[in-house]
């Protein structure tokens, strides 16, 4: 496995924006309770999941890696445990944000958040600040920008789960 550079990781995270956008919006076109937004963040969260994987592995976590290495086991098993918890633990916390009604569901798109901020504190734990601030930087992006771009390109009322009522992934006016 090769490193990976600033660059590239920007390529990579810019990528995972405009993957996860198209799929987004075609979910958005058909009146989807998962949305633009919410698809947005879970496919960067993903993206910065996986790099920082990919750099521990790679062995360019020198403070984070040696910081957990126990006995024999290599560092990266350590990390990569860490790791994995706190995408499990996370997953709990997203899930309470999720509230669901007959008419509805809401909360998706913080859950979504929620979870990509898990990935820019496990970023900044690890060192990769520059990681961290390209998430930061998309996630803001979608929340904020996109948030008004969504309300302009879908405008209406909300929609539910089965297509009537309240649009279940985004919570208009409190993102």
């Given at each position: 496995m090769e490193t990976v550079g600033i660059g590239e990781m920007a390529l990579r995270v810019g990528v995972a924006l405009a993957c996860g956008a198209a799929v987004g919006i075609e979910r958005e076109q058909?009146?989807?309770?998962?949305?633009?937004?919410?698809?947005?963040?879970?496919?960067?969260?993903?993206?910065g999941f996986a790099?920082?994987?990919?750099?521990?592995m790679t062995g360019e976590l020198s403070a984070g890696a040696s910081a957990v290495q126990h006995g024999s086991e290599p560092p990266s098993a350590g990390v990569s445990r860490v790791l994995q918890g706190l995408l499990a633990g996370i997953g709990?916390?997203?899930?309470?944000?999720?509230?669901?009604s007959k008419l509805s569901v809401v909360g998706v798109t913080t859950a979504a958040a929620?979870?990509?901020?898990?990935?820019?504190?496990?970023?900044?734990?690890l060192g990769e600040l520059a990681l961290a601030l390209m998430l930061a930087a998309v996630t803001f992006f979608t929340l904020s920008v996109l948030g008004r771009v969504e309300d302009r390109c879908f405008p209406g009322e909300p929609m539910a789960p089965n297509g009537s009522g309240a649009k279940g992934g985004q919570e208009k006016g409190q993102s």
């Open positions: 058909k009146r989807r309770p998962v949305g633009f937004r919410t698809m947005i963040l879970i496919c960067v969260g993903s993206c790099l920082l994987a990919a750099r521990v709990f916390l997203g899930a309470a944000a999720v509230l669901q929620v979870w990509v901020v898990a990935a820019i504190g496990a970023c900044c734990g």
